[in-house]
């Protein structure tokens, strides 16, 4: 027997809910206004003694015959019609085969200013991780005041770096942040 409800199952009964919530709340607010139309001319309080008066009559609503409702349109001219979309795109660069691309590890050659958010230019070489300063590791994508004094900060404290892996150990830097600097950086 299971006592709990998967993520879709658990979805479904709070949609239920809530329409069932909001249904109430419908019905609630439809009988709050016909007792107010029903008791709108009917005094506060009706001594027994007192004649009864009757409630106002509501007229009914007038019937709709179903001729007089225009015909739906069809139900192929309400969807559009399918898309479809097929192209194959070759990242290799120019002059280099699908079979050494794969090991070409060298940074793709962007202009000066695409950095993904324009903020700051690439390096033009890649810098060295044991002898670069604060703001030569701030030329770095993604690398910031704080990150570049946690490396260098790093750096002081094991002395220098004998593989760009070693970044993960730093501080601030994950294993996403090592693979996006790896082809910007070097240890020569």
Do not use: W
Not at 9 to 23: H, K, N, R, T, Y
Not at 44 to 65: D, E, K, M
Not at 126 to 139: F, K, S
């Amino acid at each position: 027997m299971r006592l709990y409800f998967t993520r879709p199952e658990q979805i479904a009964v709070a949609l239920l809910l809530l329409a069932i919530c909001a249904g109430l709340v419908t019905l609630t607010i439809a009988q709050g206004q016909r007792h107010r139309l029903i008791t709108a001319d009917a005094p506060a309080y009706q001594h027994p003694s007192q004649p009864a008066t009757p409630a106002p009559v509501i007229p009914p609503a007038p019937a709709v015959a179903p001729r007089d409702l225009p015909d739906p349109p069809p139900v192929a001219a309400q969807l559009p019609a399918p898309v479809v979309v097929a192209a194959t795109v070759d990242v290799t660069p120019p002059g280099v085969s699908n079979a050494s691309a794969s090991s070409v590890a060298t940074p793709p050659k962007l202009p000066a200013t695409a950095t993904g958010r324009g903020r700051k230019p690439l390096p033009d070489k890649p810098v060295n991780l044991n002898t670069a300063t604060r703001d030569a590791l701030m030329t770095l994508p993604g690398v910031g005041q704080v990150m570049a004094e946690s490396i260098v900060a790093y750096r002081t404290a094991h002395g220098p770096f004998t593989d760009i892996a070693q970044l993960d150990n730093v501080p601030r830097i994950g294993l996403k942040t090592v693979e996006r600097l790896r082809p910007y950086v070097t240890l020569q």
